[in-house]
């Protein structure tokens, strides 16, 4: 499955975030998840790949995820979704 967001800029990036979203580093309007099968496994594979992980790997309702960059800086995430709880928490369009 292809998940589309939209994240507009200025509103906040989670439930009780102290800064509002932008855009300025990590974070752009258009920005890759990779949906992997087991995070950990796959944040060691990028990394030897020459990516670089920029936070350890966090845990949430829907899932864990790390935030990376591959060594040109552009951003991108790991995912580790559970789908149903992903899915249980989505509303329809």
């Not at 552009?74 to 995912?79: K, M, R, Y």
Request: hydrophobic share 45%; glycine share 6%; aromatic share 12%.
């Amino acid at each position: 499955p292809v998940y589309l967001l939209e994240k507009a800029a200025a509103k906040p990036p989670f439930p009780g975030a102290d800064a509002p979203r932008d855009y300025a580093r990590h974070w752009t309007p258009v920005h890759v998840d990779f949906c992997v099968e087991n995070v950990a496994q796959a944040l060691a594979s990028a990394v030897g790949a020459g990516a670089r992980a920029e936070s350890e790997i966090e845990s949430y309702r829907w899932g864990r995820m790390v935030l990376m960059a591959d060594p040109f800086g552009n951003g991108f995430c790991l995912i580790q979704l559970d789908v149903a709880a992903f899915d249980a928490m989505s509303t329809p369009y």
